[in-house]
C-alpha cells in the first residue's frame, strides 16, 4: 500500500471517527435536556445506590539509605556511539523513501533497464534486497 493510499484511508477513518464523535455529542445533549425537563418537572429521580469511589492509597516504598560509610561506589555511564553499519528505524525509513523515488524515477525513465537491473538481482521488487544493498541500488536505478 502506497504513502498516498494510506493516508487517504487514515483521512477516511478520521472522518469516520469525527461523525461517530458527533452523534454522540448530539446523543449526549439530547439526554442532558431530557434530564433537565424532567428535573424541572418534578419527576422524581429513581432510587438508585450511592456508588462510593476510593482512591487505592500508594504507599510509597522507602529506600533503605546506606550508612555513610557503606557508599556504592559510583561508576560513570558514558554514551556509546551508534555503529555506523547499524542504520536507526529513522534511517531506514529515509533510506527507502529515496529507494522508492528512484524506482518510480527509472520506471518513467527506462522501465526496461529497470526490469533487466531487478532480474539481474534475482529479484521482482528492490525492497527485497537487504537495506543494506539500498544505497548501491539507488545509485544504479538513478544511472538508468
Do not use: H, Y
Not at 419527576?43 to 462510593?52: F, G, L, N, S
Not at 528512484?102 to 525492497?127: E, F, H, M, P, Y
Not at 534486497?129 to 544511472?143: D, N, Q, S, V, Y
Amino acid at each position: 500500500m502506497s504513502i498516498e493510499a494510506k493516508l487517504e484511508a487514515l483521512a477516511v477513518a478520521v472522518q469516520a471517527n469525527t461523525e461517530a464523535i458527533g452523534a454522540l455529542v448530539t446523543a449526549w445533549n439530547g439526554l442532558k435536556a431530557q434530564a433537565n425537563n424532567l428535573a424541572a418537572a418534578g419527576v422524581p429521580v429513581a432510587d438508585a445506590p450511592e456508588v462510593k469511589v476510593e482512591k487505592p492509597k500508594a504507599e510509597k516504598p522507602k529506600a533503605e539509605k546506606p550508612a555513610a560509610e557503606e557508599k556504592a561506589p559510583v561508576e560513570e555511564v558514558k554514551p556509546t556511539p551508534a555503529p555506523a553499519n547499524n542504520p536507526t528505524p529513522a534511517d531506514t525509513e529515509i533510506i527507502k523513501s529515496k529507494l522508492t523515488q528512484a524506482v518510480s524515477q527509472a520506471v518513467v525513465r527506462n522501465r526496461d533497464g529497470l526490469i533487466a537491473l531487478l532480474a539481474a538481482k534475482g529479484i521482482k521488487r528492490a525492497t527485497e534486497l537487504p537495506e543494506t544493498a539500498w544505497p548501491a541500488f539507488i545509485a544504479e536505478a538513478e544511472a538508468l
